[in-house]
């Protein structure tokens, strides 16, 4: 390799060289770049420019290049040319300011593509070359890396925002939400990353826009559109635990029409933290994304666009079960999919008006076999089909530049079939929303709207949400925002018709409970009824306020320091609680509206430029979270737990509360990212902590205020290194959790994994 | 913080006992210093065979041949336990079990104070929700989390007792194991280890004078 890299300069040198580059380079502001650098990539030609910002590079040979150019306090770019004889081109070229790097960037946190500076919301975004230089494979490994964000397992690897759980989170894909989750939580492992344009995450309630699960945030994922082109990437990666991915993209795109495809087969070997027990922690399984995307402009006017994802995933596992006092093995095989169709007309009359007609269907479903192993008869099976579907129309009215109205509405039906739910459940929403985004001034960006959503099964639900945006100094923002958020209740709490084979207690859904009640009493299973089912009320959603306050600094161009406040009131939260007593002792339990939970805190983000190719970012939490009743309870003397060693009583006191359970008080990261131009790689290194959390009540006081009720804390440390080979060949290596730490709370850490794949373009292609 | 907290105690303690001088002095009753007692591993038919183990503040175990007199306070048998009263015995017994601090227990309101019925002992065992009466144990059940099928003397529980010749006394039961063991111990939620159930230790305090305040 490098003998070709030898030969290649070498080659250079001798050949004709009567060709040259000349250009000017200019800061944002059109004031001369002096003394930028400029570097012509995959050679080791480069000059400094003079003064005036103008540069000569002479020497090359006929043919394609690109340029890097850099400079102190600006973002370096790529700039491509082409070399030809005869002629010398002139190279106009502007660098942006570092610091302002984010003005390209273009979110749709208010459902219509703005510029993140001018919206006045939280908005974080990821772009797919941060995701690729990770090396991550999916989505749960790059959100573990941000500020604020907890992965947490539960049913399935799933996310913690602002100190609310998975159920609170809405994920979207080119926005529309993704569905199919289990005890609340959307498994991120089904998300592949390698086709991610960007991640927006949104945090504060979104439910004005969003309605339920918008709760303490959105994370949209905006897939990559293809170049103009035929484009062809290969994508090869090796792990530990025998793990393996494979990933391709084929995208087509001229004046008219864009294709693409993406396919990935991720098989992983599994691993086992439990010696003592047969069933493993992550079980081997091999799953499979096609995301197809075809978009046709039908003229200026009119556009249609057609996206697709179908996801499918088997794995095994083993499991030893009690029958009669003989353990008996048995095998645990469970297949899922989930699929997606979303035909988007977009109707554009002029430039003040867009029109979006979008229908959305989606499905998820999930088989469990459990058959014994020693004759393959069936031991139990169990299945989980939903489907949903959405239509709705969008209006953006763009009265002018500093004015946007946005009118929506939507019906959606979603259908529910599985083993613990009685019969197929239909449900039905309607919904409509407003918003309306407008800069009084240049200081000043505004964002008012609300949501009003209707259900089949629970109350109405008005989201409103009101956000300000203040540049009070050139380097200071202030922003501001309030919004309802809320959540609907789930399937389980509706519907659950759930009978404990062993324990025998059961628990009823509270669309179905005054229904089951009936059936156990004349069956007789019922010795008392503690609440009547007939005064049981229509449940109703978990509903939240929230205040957002933040603060961006940016005191010179290397430095960005972002600190916000935030405090998310819920109420109504749901809880199990028991509605009669059966005759052999056991409860009955239904879901009732009860608590009233707090999560707030103080986060920060820092961003220093160090050099122009090592950039230093850190994050950090810090968050509060109380159940308020429980809080209340201490205040008053009421909450006790035993000292273990005499077992005598103790009274708990505030500062020994220790909050929600899974909830760390601090937590943050740290990265290190440089880049070297000259030899072409790049090289991260991210440190993620997480101090200790609450695990669960284990003295019976209901909350977790004892050390053994806590996990410990723990740093985990990434490190990820790419290197260009050629223009068309990356080559990567890699470790994550270097430290090789483990957690016996965290089962999703199963110890170091090394890694290395290799990542394949079309030559001349720009990464 | 902590000395605070002691100082506090002192503080009430000292108040607490002006408080009883002062009722001494406008009485005439007899100043008898309050002892706090153990009773450890007090069986509580651990062979299930259905009898009791009567059990005296003052004398300890006694005979089960005086199960029909006044020479008992409170019988045990498994997680039941009776007052020497009403259904239960010839005594003045009466029981409820109160939310607390054993130490923050500081006087007896008669009135409230209930009769052992058929069936239905003054003392209530587990949690009644539904008439939100709080008894002393919970059940583990199949707890997630925890030792599982284990009775465990919810923290925070006083029990109020009349003896049987009507004086008052306050206990904490703090075990329904053998050996008072630590039960947020592997040892106690593995069956195996676990140490012999229908053992009674738990703490008292009895008021000698005939006063209801301790």
Same mark, same amino acid.
């Given at each position: 390799?490098?003998?070709?890299?030898?030969?290649?300069?070498?080659?250079?040198?001798?050949?004709?060289?009567?060709?040259?580059?000349?250009?000017?380079?200019?800061?944002?502001?059109?004031?001369?770049?002096?003394?930028?650098?400029?570097?012509?990539?995959?050679?080791?030609? !480069?000059?400094?420019?003079?003064?005036?910002?103008?540069?000569?590079?002479?020497?090359?040979?006929?043919?394609?290049?690109?340029?890097?150019?850099?400079?102190? /306090?600006?973002?370096?770019?790529?700039?491509?040319?082409?070399?030809?004889?005869?002629?010398?081109?002139?190279?106009?070229?502007?660098?942006?300011?570092?610091?302002?790097?984010?003005?390209?960037?273009?979110?749709?946190?208010?459902?219509?593509?703005?510029? =993140?500076?001018?919206?006045?919301?939280?908005?974080?975004?990821?772009?797919?070359?941060?995701?690729?230089?990770?090396?991550?494979?999916?989505?749960?490994?790059?959100?573990?890396?941000?500020?604020?964000?907890?992965?947490?397992?539960?049913?399935?690897?799933?996310?913690?925002?602002?100190?609310?759980?998975?159920?609170?989170?809405?994920?979207?894909?080119?926005?529309?939400? =993704?569905?199919?989750? &289990?005890?609340?939580?959307?498994?991120?492992?089904?998300?592949?990353?390698?086709?991610?344009?960007?991640?927006?995450?949104?945090?504060?309630?979104?439910?004005?826009?969003?309605?339920?699960?918008?709760?303490?945030?959105?994370?949209?994922?905006?897939?990559?559109?293809?170049?103009?082109?035929?484009?062809?990437?290969?994508?090869?990666?090796?792990?530990?635990?025998?793990?393996?991915?494979?990933?391709?993209?084929?995208?087509?795109? $001229?004046?008219?029409?864009?294709?693409?495809?993406?396919?990935?087969?991720?098989?992983?070997?599994?691993?086992?933290?439990? +010696?003592?027990?047969?069933?493993?922690?992550?079980?081997?399984?091999?799953?499979?994304?096609?995301?197809?995307?075809?978009?046709?402009?039908?003229?200026?006017?009119?556009? *249609?666009? =057609? $996206?697709?994802?179908?996801?499918?995933?088997?794995?095994?596992?083993?499991?030893?079960?009690?029958?009669?006092?003989?353990?008996?093995?048995?095998?645990?095989? !469970?297949?899922?999919?989930?699929? $997606?169709?979303?035909?988007?007309?977009?109707?554009?009359?002029?430039?003040?008006?867009?029109?979006?007609?979008?229908?959305?269907?989606?499905?998820?479903?999930?088989?469990?076999?459990?058959?014994?192993?020693?004759?393959?008869?069936?031991?139990? +099976?169990?299945?989980?089909?939903?489907?949903?579907?959405?239509?709705?129309?969008?209006?953006?009215?763009?009265?002018?530049?500093?004015?946007?109205?946005?009118?929506?509405?939507?019906?959606?039906?979603? &259908?529910?079939?599985?083993?613990?739910?009685?019969?197929?459940?239909?449900?039905?929403?309607?919904?409509?929303?407003?918003?309306?985004?407008?800069?009084?001034?240049?200081?000043?960006?505004?964002?008012?709207?609300?949501?009003?959503?209707?259900?089949?099964?629970?109350?109405?639900?008005?989201?409103?949400?009101?956000?300000?945006?203040?540049?009070?100094?050139?380097?200071?923002?202030?922003?501001?925002?309030?919004?309802?958020?809320?959540?609907?209740?789930?399937?389980?709490?509706?519907?659950?018709?759930?009978?404990?084979?062993?324990?025998?207690?059961?628990?009823?859904?509270?669309?179905?409970?005054?229904?089951?009640?009936?059936?156990?009493? +004349?069956?007789?299973?019922?010795?008392?009824?503690?609440?009547?089912?007939?005064?049981?009320?229509?449940?109703?959603?978990?509903?939240?306020?929230?205040?957002?306050?933040?603060?961006?600094?940016?005191?010179?161009?290397?430095?960005?320091?972002?600190?916000?406040?935030?405090?998310?009131?819920?109420?109504?939260?749901?809880?199990?609680?028991?509605?009669?007593?059966?005759?052999?002792?056991?409860?009955?339990?239904?879901?009732?509206?009860?608590? +009233?939970?707090?999560?707030?805190?103080?986060?920060?983000?820092?961003?220093?430029?160090?050099?122009?190719? *090592?950039?230093?970012?850190?994050?950090?939490?810090?968050?509060?979270?109380?159940?308020?009743?429980?809080?209340?309870?201490?205040?008053?003397?009421?909450?006790?737990?035993?000292?273990?060693?005499?077992?005598?009583? *103790?009274?708990?006191?505030?500062?020994?509360?220790?909050?929600?359970?899974?909830?760390?008080?601090?937590?943050?990261?740290?990265?290190?990212?440089?880049?070297?131009?000259?030899?072409?790689?790049?090289?991260?290194?991210?440190?993620?902590?997480?101090?200790?959390?609450?695990?669960?009540?284990?003295?019976?006081?209901?909350?977790?205020?004892?050390?053994?009720?806590?996990?410990?804390?723990?740093?985990?440390?990434?490190?990820?290194?790419?290197?260009?080979?050629?223009?068309?060949?990356?080559?990567?290596?890699?470790?994550?959790?270097?430290?090789?730490?483990?957690?016996?709370?965290?089962?999703?850490?199963?110890?170091?994994?090394?890694? !290395?794949?290799?990542?394949?373009?079309?030559?001349?292609?720009?990464? | 913080?902590?000395?605070?907290?002691?100082?506090? $105690?002192?503080?009430?303690?000292?108040?607490?006992?002006?408080?009883?001088?002062?009722?001494?002095?406008?009485? &005439?009753?007899?100043?008898?210093?309050?002892?706090?007692?153990?009773?450890?591993?007090?069986?509580?038919?651990?062979?299930?065979?259905?009898?009791?183990?009567?059990?005296?503040?003052?004398?300890?175990?006694?005979?089960?041949?005086?199960?029909?007199?006044?020479?008992?306070?409170?019988?045990?048998?498994?997680?039941?336990?009776?007052?020497?009263?009403?259904?239960? /015995?010839?005594?003045?017994?009466?029981?409820? =079990?109160?939310?607390?601090?054993?130490?923050?227990?500081?006087?007896?309101?008669?009135?409230?104070?209930?009769?052992?019925?058929?069936?239905?002992?003054?003392?209530?065992?587990?949690?009644?929700?539904?008439?939100?009466?709080?008894?002393?144990?919970?059940?583990?059940?199949?707890?997630?989390?925890?030792?599982?099928?284990?009775?465990?003397?919810?923290?925070?529980?006083?029990?109020?007792?009349?003896?049987?010749?009507?004086?008052?006394?306050?206990?904490?039961?703090?075990?329904?194991?053998?050996?008072?063991?630590?039960?947020?111990?592997?040892?106690?939620?593995?069956?195996?280890?676990?140490?012999?159930?229908?053992?009674?230790?738990?703490?008292?305090?009895?008021?000698?004078?005939?006063?209801?305040?301790?």
């Amino acid at each position: 390799m490098l003998y070709a890299l030898f030969l290649s300069q070498f080659s250079n040198e001798l050949s004709a060289q009567a060709l040259k580059i000349e250009g000017t380079i200019t800061d944002e502001r059109g004031q001369p770049a002096s003394y930028a650098n400029v570097l012509v990539i995959g050679t080791d030609k !480069g000059v400094t420019a003079d003064e005036k910002g103008n540069f000569l590079i002479k020497g090359l040979e006929a043919g394609e290049y690109r340029l890097r150019i850099s400079r102190i /306090g600006a973002s370096a770019i790529e700039e491509r040319f082409e070399l030809m004889e005869g002629a010398t081109p002139q190279l106009q070229i502007s660098l942006p300011n570092a610091n302002k790097k984010l003005d390209e960037v273009t979110v749709t946190a208010t459902r219509t593509p703005r510029n =993140v500076e001018d919206v006045p919301l939280r908005v974080d975004v990821i772009q797919g070359e941060q995701v690729e230089q990770m090396g991550a494979l999916r989505l749960n490994e790059v959100l573990a890396e941000q500020m604020g964000l907890q992965i947490t397992s539960d049913h399935g690897t799933g996310l913690q925002m602002q100190g609310l759980d998975s159920d609170y989170i809405l994920i979207l894909i080119d926005g529309e939400p =993704v569905i199919g989750r &289990t005890a609340g939580t959307l498994d991120l492992s089904r998300i592949a990353v390698d086709n991610i344009a960007r991640i927006e995450i949104i945090r504060g309630p979104s439910s004005s826009l969003y309605g339920s699960e918008a709760m303490a945030g959105v994370i949209n994922i905006i897939t990559k559109e293809g170049t103009s082109g035929f484009d062809a990437s290969l994508r090869g990666r090796y792990r530990s635990f025998n793990t393996s991915d494979l990933s391709t993209t084929l995208s087509y795109r $001229n004046d008219k029409l864009s294709a693409s495809l993406f396919v990935d087969r991720l098989f992983s070997g599994g691993y086992d933290l439990t +010696e003592e027990s047969v069933s493993m922690t992550s079980p081997p399984f091999e799953a499979y994304t096609f995301n197809p995307k075809v978009a046709y402009r039908f003229s200026d006017k009119v556009r *249609l666009s =057609v $996206n697709g994802r179908f996801y499918t995933e088997s794995q095994e596992n083993e499991a030893d079960i009690i029958l009669d006092g003989e353990t008996v093995r048995i095998d645990d095989n !469970g297949q899922r999919q989930d699929w $997606n169709l979303m035909p988007t007309l977009e109707l554009l009359p002029n430039d003040k008006h867009r029109i979006q007609l979008r229908s959305y269907t989606t499905g998820y479903e999930t088989e469990t076999a459990l058959t014994y192993q020693n004759d393959g008869a069936l031991y139990d +099976e169990n299945f989980f089909n939903q489907l949903f579907n959405r239509s709705e129309v969008q209006y953006d009215w763009y009265l002018n530049d500093r004015n946007i109205i946005t009118l929506g509405g939507g019906h959606t039906i979603e &259908t529910v079939d599985a083993t613990r739910y009685a019969d197929v459940n239909n449900f039905r929403a309607t919904y409509g929303f407003a918003q309306y985004q407008f800069n009084p001034n240049k200081r000043l960006d505004m964002v008012v709207g609300g949501r009003f959503d209707t259900h089949s099964e629970y109350a109405s639900r008005f989201s409103p949400k009101l956000a300000v945006g203040y540049e009070l100094k050139d380097w200071i923002k202030l922003q501001a925002s309030l919004g309802g958020g809320y959540k609907a209740p789930d399937f389980r709490q509706l519907l659950l018709n759930f009978t404990n084979p062993t324990a025998g207690y059961a628990v009823v859904g509270s669309s179905i409970a005054q229904e089951q009640m009936a059936e156990f009493t +004349e069956r007789g299973l019922i010795a008392n009824v503690l609440i009547d089912p007939s005064t049981i009320e229509t449940i109703k959603a978990e509903s939240s306020i929230a205040y957002n306050f933040g603060v961006e600094l940016t005191p010179t161009d290397k430095l960005t320091v972002n600190v916000n406040a935030f405090r998310n009131e819920i109420d109504n939260l749901i809880n199990a609680a028991p509605i009669a007593r059966k005759t052999n002792g056991q409860n009955v339990f239904s879901y009732f509206n009860e608590d +009233e939970v707090i999560t707030q805190g103080v986060d920060l983000q820092l961003r220093y430029s160090i050099l122009d190719n *090592l950039t230093f970012l850190l994050g950090y939490q810090y968050l509060d979270s109380r159940n308020v009743g429980d809080v209340e309870k201490i205040k008053n003397g009421e909450i006790f737990r035993r000292d273990p060693s005499t077992n005598r009583t *103790l009274a708990v006191s505030l500062s020994e509360y220790g909050g929600l359970v899974n909830r760390s008080r601090h937590s943050g990261n740290a990265k290190l990212l440089y880049t070297n131009i000259r030899h072409r790689f790049d090289v991260s290194l991210r440190g993620i902590y997480r101090g200790r959390w609450g695990v669960g009540d284990l003295n019976g006081n209901g909350v977790v205020d004892t050390e053994q009720e806590f996990a410990q804390g723990y740093v985990q440390l990434n490190l990820a290194i790419n290197k260009d080979i050629s223009d068309w060949l990356t080559l990567e290596l890699g470790a994550n959790n270097l430290l090789d730490t483990t957690n016996e709370f965290e089962p999703s850490m199963p110890g170091r994994i090394l890694f !290395g794949g290799l990542n394949m373009r079309l030559p001349g292609r720009n990464r | 913080m902590k000395t605070q907290t002691n100082l506090l $105690n002192l503080l009430l303690v000292l108040a607490l006992f002006g408080f009883v001088s002062c009722d001494d002095s406008d009485t &005439t009753e007899e100043i008898v210093p309050l002892v706090e007692e153990t009773a450890f591993d007090v069986p509580a038919d651990p062979d299930m065979s259905g009898g009791f183990t009567y059990f005296s503040f003052e004398n300890g175990i006694v005979d089960s041949t005086q199960a029909n007199s006044d020479a008992w306070d409170l019988a045990f048998s498994g997680t039941t336990i009776l007052t020497n009263g009403g259904a239960s /015995g010839p005594g003045q017994g009466a029981g409820l =079990v109160v939310a607390g601090i054993f130490e923050n227990v500081s006087e007896v309101q008669e009135n409230e104070l209930k009769i052992d019925a058929e069936g239905s002992p003054a003392i209530q065992g587990s949690d009644s929700q539904g008439e939100n009466i709080p008894g002393w144990y919970t059940y583990t059940g199949e707890a997630p989390s925890g030792p599982q099928r284990a009775i465990i003397a919810v923290p925070g529980r006083v029990i109020i007792v009349k003896t049987a010749k009507g004086n008052f006394a306050k206990m904490e039961i703090l075990s329904y194991y053998e050996g008072n063991p630590d039960t947020t111990t592997d040892e106690f939620a593995n069956f195996a280890t676990r140490p012999a159930s229908r053992h009674y230790t738990f703490r008292y305090v009895v008021q000698k004078n005939g006063g209801n305040v301790f």
